[in-house]
């Protein structure tokens, strides 16, 4: 069996996959490969296994960039989301916003507001256009007004060389991308994406109790199968994920990644993509978002 990871190895989804892996191989008593195929916002990879037969041997290990934001973005993606065949929505990836630890903001509002004093000044790096941190930050500015700059990056690993060294204001990232820095000292978070705070940052505001009511922008994971997959191997292959997520090993590192268990069923996590897909879009179409 294999497991199609849209991105390079050692990003969220290809961690995840690898840690889901190992107890799903032993209870389907075979082998199990994790096929990185990354390019083009996750398309490649994600086009590669919906065309893949329908026998519940390919899966594909989605997220918010290639099941949400780049159908969106993409005139040809190659691949309908809400053709897909849902099986679970996984687990959920807190974002952070984070500034330089020198930055002379201490709380989102600070830096709402200096946007806003001295427009278009400021500036916020992505790991690229399109991405989930693109769209991200592009949501709060939608919902803010603060005329904050994009600065697309090839990826985090520049963006955050440029953040750190005090080029870029500020950028917002998943935990597991940020944590290393804030721990660090490197960086500062002045707060998390969700509609709670995080075990890992409790004592971090979220972004609705700095001041922009109802935000919630949470990363996400999720796995889904070619368009076709019959119902009863749809439903064993959510309930072997239900028995893999409830094993005391992989909740335990699931945490330690930043990660939130989600486990929804084929029908939650199929309304949810139809609804990510919407938000996003809005998002993508309200900011002018194009393709690089």
């Known amino acids: 069996m294999t497991i199609v990871v ?20 032993k209870r389907w008593g075979q ?12 398309t490649l990879g994600s086009r590669a296994a919906a065309a893949a037969p329908a026998d519940g041997y390919t899966l594909l290990l989605g997220s918010s960039g290639p099941l949400a934001a780049a159908p969106n973005l993409y005139a040809n ?11 679970m929505n996984v687990a959920g990836v807190a974002q952070a916003f984070v500034v330089p630890a020198s930055s002379p903001y201490k709380t989102l509002a600070d830096l709402i507001a200096a946007a806003k004093a001295s427009p278009d000044k400021l500036s916020y790096g992505s790991g ?23 600065i697309p990056y090839r990826g985090s690993a520049p963006a955050y060389t440029d953040l750190i060294g005090g080029q ?23 707060a998390v994406s969700t509609s709670q705070r995080v075990p890992q940052l409790p004592n971090v505001p979220i972004v609705a109790e700095s001041g922009v009511a109802g935000f919630d922008a949470l990363g996400w994971l ?32 699931l945490a330690g ?27 993508i179409k309200t900011a002018g978002i194009q393709p690089e």
């Open 168 to 190: 870029l204001n500020a950028m917002v990232d998943s935990l597991p991308g940020v944590l290393p820095h804030v721990q660090s000292g490197k960086l500062r978070v002045l």
């Open 257 to 283: 990644l930043g990660m939130i268990t989600i486990a929804s069923s084929p029908a939650e996590f199929g309304k949810f993509i139809d609804s990510e897909l919407t938000k996003w879009g809005a998002v």
């Open 6 to 25: 849209p991105f390079t190895a050692g990003q969220s989804g290809d961690v995840l996959a690898r840690v889901l892996g190992e107890p799903l191989a």
């Open 77 to 87: 993606a190659g691949y309908n989301p809400r053709e897909l065949t849902p099986i």
């Open 128 to 150: 690229g256009v399109g991405s989930f941190q693109h769209l991200t930050f592009e949501l709060l500015k939608q919902r803010t007004g603060a005329p904050i700059k994009h």
């Open 222 to 253: 999720g796995i889904v199968a070619p368009k076709g997959l019959e119902p009863a191997l749809r439903d064993k292959l959510n309930a072997d994920l239900k028995a893999v997520l409830a094993e005391e090993g992989v909740k335990s590192r």
């Open 31 to 42: 082998s199990l490969v994790v096929d990185n195929k990354g390019g083009a916002g996750g």
